[in-house]
Structures are given as C-alpha cells and as structure tokens.
Nanobody
Framework: VQLQASGGGLVQPGGSLRLSCAASGFSLDYYVIGWFRQAPGKEREGVSCINNSDGSTYHADSVKGRFTVSRDNAKNTVYLQMNSLKPEDTAVYYC???????????????????WGQGTLVTVSS
C-alpha cells in the first residue's frame, strides 16, 4: 500500500502547479483523499479534501477559489490544481487516504490511514 505525491517545483507568484497523488496496492475509489501541507516551523495543515462517496470537496479558507481537487478513478490518481499561487503557499505537500472520516474533521491528520512522502512547492520570484 503506497501513495506517491508528485508535481511540486518552483513557481513564480501568480503561477500554477498541478500535484498528483497516485496509489499503488489499493484503489483510491474507496478512500477519502486529503491534501495537507507543512511549511518550515509550522504544523501540518489541511488544504483540500475529496470525498469518495459523492465527490464532494472541501478546502481551507486560505486556498478557496484558488485550489481545486479532483480524482481520476481510472488512473487511480487524485489531483490538486493550484492556481494564483502565493509565497505563503510554499510548503511540502502531502496526500493522505482515509477509509472514512470519524468526525474530527477532514483537515485532521489523525483521520488518515496512509500518507505519501510529500512534494515540495516553492513559490518565489
């Protein structure tokens, strides 16, 4: 069972990146997928989430209107499209999978069973 996050890199403010979260060993169809990020010296925070049951999505207030999350079940991959990037978006981004959310909140790391290794996003001119 493995999650692989990729797509990070260096981008100028106002630019875009698309992160991918690919799964091996299990099907993402049955999991809630969350994206988290962690900047140096800060706690890991929830960015976005996509539900497996109805495809509903959730976003942190800091990224609403700029980030979208989607899934391609045929490719067993979830994407995080990030537009209008800001320097404060700089962080290591992780994807995570949860069999279900117990009620602590989609943005609570303890809700998630599996984690990818992280991909670095740097927003700088």
């Amino acid at each position: 069972v493995q999650l692989q996050a990729s797509g990070g890199g260096l981008v100028q403010p106002g630019g875009s990146l698309r992160l991918s979260c690919a799964a091996s060993g299990f099907s993402l169809d049955y999991y809630v997928i969350g994206w988290f990020r962690q900047a140096p010296g800060k706690e890991r925070e929830g960015v976005s989430c996509i539900n497996n049951s109805d495809g509903s999505t959730y976003h942190a207030d800091s990224v609403k209107g700029r980030f979208t999350v989607s899934r391609d079940n045929a490719k067993n991959t979830v994407y995080l499209q990030m537009n209008s990037l800001k320097p404060e978006d700089t962080a290591v981004y992780y994807c995570a999978a949860a069999a279900y959310l117990s009620g602590a909140g989609w943005d609570t790391p303890l809700e998630y069973d599996y984690w990818g290794q992280g991909t670095l996003v740097t927003v700088s001119s």
